[in-house]
C-alpha cells in the first residue's frame, strides 16, 4: 500500500503557475479545508512560493505582508541557500569565494558574504533586499582586498606642470593678464576643485560675484579641455614607482580604484594612457559627488562600487585634504608626499612617504606611527600589515 499522502498535498488543487515582475515563475496552489497544521495553516490558505496569505485578504502585488513559510518550504529554502556561490548586489555578480571569483573574472565580495533575501512581497512584485551577513567564521578577517588611489599629486605629479600650466593657458587664451606662478598656485591649492580655485582668486582680485561665477566657468571649461589634452598626448607623466606599486597589487589580487577631485572628462584618458583603465575597477571623480574632498564621498560613493568594507581598502593621498576625506569615510591612509603638500599637517595617517620607492631611488619614511617599516618602498606587505592581515 502506498504511503499517505499529507492531507494539505492530497487535498490542493488548482494549481497555476505565473511570473513576477523580475520573470521567476511561481506555482500558486489554493488549499481545500485540509490543511498543514504544523505550518500554521488555516483551510484556505494559499501558498505562494514558500509563502502563505489568507485568500482573499491578499495584497496587492508588492505589499503582501504577514506571510509565514511552510515547514518543508523552509528545508527547501534552506538547502537553495546553502547552494548557493554566488549573489547579485544591483550591480555585479560577487563569488563567495575569491578563487573562483578569480578564474571567471567576476569581483569577489571581500570579507562578507551578501545574499539576497527574496521575501513573498518581493515574489509578487516588490523589490528584493540586499543584507549583508558577518563572514562566515565569525568575526571580520583582516585581509587587504582593495587599494584606492587620488589621483592629482598622487599617481601623477600634474599639479605644478599640468593643471597650472593648463590654467594659464586659458588665461592666455581669454586675453587675461593674470598668470600663476609656482609659489602662487601651491597656496592655491588649499581650495579644492578647479572651479572653486578660480572663484576664490577671482574673490581676491575683488571681481564681482555675479562676474566671478561666469568668468570661472567658462574659464574652467576651457582649461579642461587644455588639461585633457595634455593628458592624451603624453604631458603628465606618473610618479616614480607608481607602476610598479600597481604592477604589484594586481598580481596580489588586489583590486585597484580611484577616488579623485578631478572631473572624469580627463581622468580616465590620463589613468587610460599611463596604467590602462581597465585595471581599476571602481572610478569616482569629482564630477560625480556632490562636494569635493575633504567631504568622503568620494571615498563613501568608491566602497560602494567595489562593495567593500573601509577597513579593509587602505588610501593612498598626498594632501591633508584628502587624508581628511579618507579619514572621514573610515579608510586607513597612506600619504605619499610632494613639493606642493611635504610641509602640511599628516597626524591622522598611518604612514607618510616622500615617494613611492623602487627601481628609481628608495623613499623616505617622514612619519610610521604604526610601525610598519617599509622597505624603502610603498609595497603590498606593507599595506597588508596597515590592515592587519596576518602573515
Same mark, same amino acid.
Given at each position: 500500500?502506498?504511503? $499517505?499522502?499529507? !492531507?494539505?498535498?492530497?487535498?490542493?488543487?488548482?494549481? &497555476?503557475?505565473?511570473?513576477?515582475?523580475? *520573470?521567476?515563475?511561481?506555482?500558486?496552489? @489554493?488549499?481545500?479545508?485540509?490543511?498543514?497544521?504544523?505550518?500554521?495553516?488555516?483551510?484556505?490558505?494559499?501558498?505562494? *512560493?514558500?509563502g502563505r496569505?489568507?485568500?482573499?485578504?491578499?495584497?496587492? /502585488?508588492?505589499?503582501?505582508?504577514?506571510?509565514?513559510?511552510?515547514? /518543508?518550504?523552509?528545508?527547501?529554502?534552506? $538547502?537553495?541557500?546553502?547552494?548557493?556561490?554566488?549573489?547579485? &548586489?544591483?550591480?555585479?555578480?560577487?563569488?563567495? &569565494?575569491?578563487?573562483?571569483?578569480?578564474?571567471?573574472?567576476?569581483?569577489?565580495?571581500?570579507?562578507?558574504?551578501?545574499? +539576497?533575501?527574496? +521575501?513573498?512581497?518581493?515574489?509578487?512584485?516588490?523589490?528584493?533586499?540586499?543584507?549583508? $551577513?558577518? !563572514?562566515?567564521?565569525?568575526?571580520?578577517?583582516?585581509?587587504?582586498?582593495?587599494?584606492?588611489?587620488?589621483?592629482?599629486?598622487?599617481?601623477?605629479?600634474?599639479?605644478?606642470?599640468?593643471?597650472?600650466?593648463?590654467?594659464?593657458?586659458?588665461?592666455?587664451?581669454?586675453?587675461?593678464?593674470?598668470?600663476?606662478?609656482?609659489?602662487?598656485?601651491? =597656496?592655491?591649492?588649499?581650495?579644492?576643485?578647479?572651479?572653486?580655485?578660480?572663484?576664490?582668486?577671482?574673490?581676491?582680485?575683488?571681481?564681482?560675484?555675479?562676474?566671478?561665477?561666469?568668468?570661472?566657468?567658462?574659464?574652467?571649461?576651457?582649461?579642461?579641455?587644455?588639461?585633457?589634452?595634455?593628458?592624451?598626448?603624453?604631458?603628465?607623466?606618473?610618479?616614480?614607482?607608481?607602476?610598479?606599486?600597481?604592477?604589484?597589487?594586481? =598580481?596580489?589580487?588586489?583590486?585597484?580604484?580611484?577616488? +579623485? +577631485?578631478?572631473?572624469?572628462?580627463? @581622468?580616465?584618458?590620463?589613468?587610460?594612457?599611463?596604467?590602462?583603465?581597465?585595471?581599476?575597477?571602481?572610478?569616482?571623480?569629482?564630477?560625480?559627488?556632490? =562636494? /569635493?574632498? /575633504?567631504?568622503?564621498?568620494?571615498?563613501?560613493?568608491?566602497l560602494e562600487?567595489?562593495g567593500l568594507?573601509?577597513?579593509?581598502?587602505?588610501?593612498?593621498?598626498?594632501?591633508?585634504? *584628502?587624508?581628511?576625506?579618507?579619514?572621514?569615510?573610515?579608510? !586607513?591612509?597612506?600619504?605619499?608626499?610632494?613639493?606642493?603638500?611635504?610641509?602640511?599637517?599628516?597626524?591622522?595617517?598611518?604612514?607618510?612617504?616622500?615617494?613611492?620607492? *623602487?627601481?628609481?631611488?628608495?623613499?623616505?619614511?617622514?612619519?610610521?606611527?604604526?610601525?610598519?617599516? !617599509?622597505?624603502?618602498?610603498?609595497?603590498?606587505?606593507?599595506?597588508?600589515?596597515?590592515?592587519? =592581515?596576518?602573515?
Amino acid at each position: 500500500m502506498p504511503p $499517505r499522502r499529507p !492531507p494539505w498535498e492530497a487535498r490542493a488543487h488548482r494549481a &497555476d503557475r505565473g511570473r513576477d515582475h523580475l *520573470g521567476h515563475v511561481h506555482l500558486r496552489v @489554493v488549499c481545500l479545508p485540509s490543511h498543514d497544521p504544523g505550518a500554521g495553516g488555516r483551510p484556505g490558505d494559499r501558498f505562494i *512560493g514558500g509563502g502563505r496569505e489568507r485568500a482573499g485578504q491578499g495584497d496587492p /502585488p508588492g505589499q503582501a505582508r504577514g506571510l509565514r513559510l511552510s515547514a /518543508p518550504a523552509r528545508a527547501d529554502r534552506a $538547502r537553495r541557500r546553502a547552494a548557493r556561490t554566488s549573489v547579485y &548586489d544591483g550591480h555585479h555578480r560577487l563569488w563567495r &569565494d575569491p578563487d573562483r571569483a578569480r578564474a571567471d573574472h567576476r569581483p569577489v565580495l571581500g570579507g562578507r558574504v551578501l545574499h +539576497t533575501q527574496r +521575501t513573498a512581497a518581493a515574489r509578487l512584485g516588490g523589490s528584493d533586499r540586499v543584507r549583508a $551577513r558577518g !563572514p562566515v567564521s565569525g568575526g571580520r578577517t583582516a585581509r587587504l582586498r582593495a587599494v584606492v588611489l587620488d589621483v592629482d599629486g598622487t599617481l601623477v605629479d600634474s599639479e605644478r606642470d599640468g593643471h597650472r600650466v593648463a590654467f594659464n593657458r586659458a588665461f592666455d587664451e581669454a586675453g587675461l593678464p593674470d598668470r600663476w606662478d609656482v609659489e602662487h598656485y601651491g =597656496e592655491l591649492l588649499q581650495v579644492p576643485g578647479g572651479k572653486r580655485r578660480l572663484k576664490a582668486y577671482f574673490g581676491e582680485q575683488k571681481v564681482p560675484d555675479a562676474e566671478s561665477e561666469e568668468l570661472a566657468g567658462r574659464l574652467h571649461t576651457r582649461k579642461t579641455e587644455i588639461f585633457t589634452g595634455m593628458a592624451r598626448e603624453g604631458e603628465i607623466e606618473a610618479r616614480p614607482g607608481v607602476g610598479e606599486l600597481l604592477d604589484e597589487l594586481e =598580481e596580489a589580487g588586489v583590486r585597484l580604484g580611484v577616488a +579623485t +577631485t578631478g572631473s572624469r572628462t580627463w @581622468v580616465d584618458p590620463l589613468l587610460d594612457r599611463l596604467f590602462g583603465l581597465g585595471r581599476f575597477e571602481a572610478i569616482v571623480g569629482g564630477d560625480e559627488v556632490p =562636494e /569635493p574632498k /575633504p567631504d568622503p564621498s568620494v571615498y563613501r560613493m568608491a566602497l560602494e562600487r567595489l562593495g567593500l568594507e573601509a577597513a579593509d581598502v587602505p588610501a593612498i593621498e598626498d594632501s591633508a585634504i *584628502g587624508l581628511r576625506a579618507a579619514k572621514a569615510a573610515g579608510l !586607513p591612509c597612506v600619504v605619499v608626499v610632494n613639493d606642493y603638500t611635504r610641509a602640511q599637517d599628516f597626524g591622522a595617517a598611518e604612514l607618510v612617504l616622500d615617494g613611492f620607492g *623602487g627601481s628609481d631611488g628608495a623613499a623616505s619614511v617622514l612619519a610610521d606611527p604604526r610601525s610598519l617599516e !617599509p622597505p624603502g618602498r610603498l609595497d603590498v606587505d606593507t599595506l597588508r600589515r596597515l590592515v592587519g =592581515e596576518d602573515g
